[in-house]
């Protein structure tokens, strides 16, 4: 049975363009990560539905903003997967423009969870999405996924590696180890999105 929050949920909108981004209401929860991380496999994990968030064979196929609602005035956004490099440049550079322009101006957006394979954390374009996020002061939790690809020591030892990392240079972050296929984490990263939400809505103008 999917958690109480996502019961309702369902597909909203996509967008493609700055200028068709929904009218500016409610509380918005923004879902980010290098193409092939398993972003749209946490969508659908945390969500309780195998093909909530199409996922694609193809690395770097979802090219457009989507939008999901939860019900109550909340969404759950995902942008589009960065650094597929077989991606042609114009594209990336319109996708750059559009992640960079939303993460930074979208006053409803409460927070960003950023996927990263736990084999390959803080990449320089993941780095590169935390530096345009950390000047809006909103927090940010990562889902460390395909933990179930290491052993418990080494995603431990992952876990804490990436820990000292963002204490350092990031410290609004959060993180936390995710498997979509054992559900490792799931409890927790739905509780996060919990809290977001209800803080995004007591927030004076929401």
Excluded at 4 to 20: G, I, M, Q, S, W
Excluded at 137 to 160: E, G
Excluded at 190 to 203: K, R, T, V, Y
């Amino acid at each position: 049975m999917p958690h109480p929050l996502f019961k309702n949920a369902e597909f909203y909108t996509t967008v493609n363009h700055l200028r068709d981004l929904p009218d500016a209401t409610g509380v918005e929860i923004a879902f980010a990560g290098r193409s092939n991380a398993g972003k749209s496999s946490a969508i659908n994990t945390l969500v309780g539905r195998s093909r909530f968030a199409f996922v694609s064979k193809t690395p770097g196929r979802t090219q457009h903003i989507n939008y999901f609602q939860l019900g109550d005035g909340r969404y759950m956004v995902d942008l589009p997967g960065y650094g597929y490099a077989k991606v042609p440049l114009a594209i990336r550079q319109h996708w750059a423009h559009l992640l960079s322009t939303y993460l930074q101006t979208r006053t409803q957006l409460y927070g960003m969870v950023l996927i990263m394979d736990i084999r390959h954390p803080l990449t320089e374009l993941d780095r590169q999405m935390l530096t345009w996020f950390a000047q809006t002061q909103k927090p940010v939790h990562i889902l460390l996924t395909k933990a179930d690809k290491l052993s418990r020591s080494k995603a431990m030892a992952a876990l804490n590696s990436v820990r000292r990392l963002l204490a350092s240079d990031y410290p609004h972050c959060t993180v936390q180890t995710f498997s979509s296929l054992t559900a490792e984490g799931v409890e927790d990263a739905i509780q996060i999105l919990q809290n977001w939400f209800e803080a995004g809505a007591a927030q004076p103008g929401e």
